[in-house]
C-alpha cells in the first residue's frame, strides 16, 4: 500500500463504460492501493447495467512503464478501469477485482491530485 495516496482526489476520465455508462469525468478519493493499481471511494455512485450502484472504482495501470509515483507526481496515467458494484467491495482488500467477469468496464487517463 502506498500511504502517500490515500485520501487524495482522484479524477477518471473514461469514455465509456460498457454497458454505455459514461459519466466524464469521474471523480472520487483514494481508499486503497497495490503495487499497480488504486481504489477509489466516488464522489457520486454509478448506477451499472445490472441496477446495482457502484460506490468504487479500481484503476489498474496499463502500461509496465508506468508506475504508482506517476500518479502521486499527478501525471495522467492510462489505466483499466473497473466499477465495483457495493455487494462486491471489500474495505480489507480494496484493489480486489479477482471476482470480475465482465461489465463495467473502461480504458482511460487517471490522474491524482497534489495535495
Known sequence: MN??????TAIVFADEFSGDISPVPIEG???GTTSNSIALRLTS?????SGESALHLVASIRHENRSLS???AGLRVLCGITLVPAS???????????????GGAAIGDVTVKNP
Open 3 to 8: 500511504p502517500e495516496l490515500l485520501d487524495r
Open 29 to 31: 478519493v483514494v481508499v
Open 70 to 72: 506517476d500518479f502521486a
Open 45 to 49: 455512485p454509478i448506477k451499472m447495467p
Open 88 to 102: 462486491r467491495f471489500d474495505p480489507t482488500r480494496p484493489c480486489d477485482i479477482s471476482w470480475w467477469r465482465g
